[in-house]
């Protein structure tokens, strides 16, 4: 499937990455990867919650 | 040790580089942090990297590290695989750290062409657009077809097209051929 605003979307997510320098990329893939992390982590929390609410 | 936490493989490789360093090791960061550098910046919770020394050399490699407070896992491969060995290092944190050395294919000659890119106060050794690209689509997966679609896309026309096909050529016919198809312009309309 093509879509014209997909491809609009991810061609601003490349012209906004060529704007950072390498040295800005690898810390920006470091925050990055600290909150995917954060986000799965408290996901599984709640999951683990709500499971606890279950029983 | 940097990592203070989980999400921080980034941190935990610049202490693997500091090692590989001191042992005189030459490495190139591929994957996820490679292609932050050359396409678009992604998330992962490892870091990998190249090394070019022999699977045995590796685990000579591991016993150092075990002496670290990093948790290790050796795998060789099949005859048949296309990587020989792979060092899995770990912290505390759940970082993981992957050295990979005999990828097949890939040749020396890319630590020539890697590229030093400054991270919190040190240099890492980043591999080279075009090596990237042809291993990425070696590999073959949809998020190395992904992430080297993104590096061409963000080359901006500045792919050493000749180096890039003569790379993938060396992965294979059926990598110079994805190669190629990545590369053609999208049809018009």
Do not use: W
């Not at chain 2, 693997?16 to 050359?38: C, F, K, N, P, T």
């Not at chain 2, 792979?86 to 294919?105: A, F, H, I, K, Q």
Request: with cysteine; proline share 4%.
């Amino acid at each position: 499937m093509d879509s014209k605003l997909a491809r609009q979307a991810k061609d601003a997510l490349l012209a906004a990455n060529q704007r950072l320098s390498p040295e800005q990329r690898l810390n920006a893939f470091l925050a990055h990867s600290r909150l995917m992390v954060a986000l799965f982590e408290a996901g599984k929390r709640l999951r683990a919650d709500a499971r606890r609410t279950d029983l | 040790m940097r990592t203070r936490g989980p999400g921080e493989a980034a941190l935990l490789l610049l202490d693997v580089a500091s090692m590989l360093r001191s042992e005189s090791i030459d490495y190139a960061v591929i994957g996820a942090m490679a292609a932050s550098v050359h396409g678009l910046v992604r998330a992962s919770v490892d870091a990998d990297a190249i090394l070019f020394i022999s699977a045995a050399e590796l685990g000579v490699l591991e016993k150092k590290f075990k002496s670290t407070d990093l948790q290790t896992e050796l795998r060789r491969g099949d005859p048949d695989d296309p990587i020989a060995a792979l060092l899995e290092l770990t912290d505390g944190y759940g970082n993981r750290v992957d050295l990979l050395v005999g990828l097949r294919g890939l040749e020396r000659e890319a630590l020539s062409r890697t590229i030093d890119v400054p991270f919190v106060g040190e240099v890492l050794r980043v591999i080279g657009r075009e090596d990237f690209i042809a291993m990425k689509v070696f590999a073959g997966g949809p998020q190395d077809i992904i992430d080297a679609a993104s590096a061409i896309a963000a080359s901006g026309g500045c792919l050493d097209l000749p180096l890039l096909r003569r790379l993938a050529t060396r992965f294979g016919r059926t990598t110079l051929r994805a190669l190629d198809n990545l590369l053609a312009p999208p049809p018009a309309g």
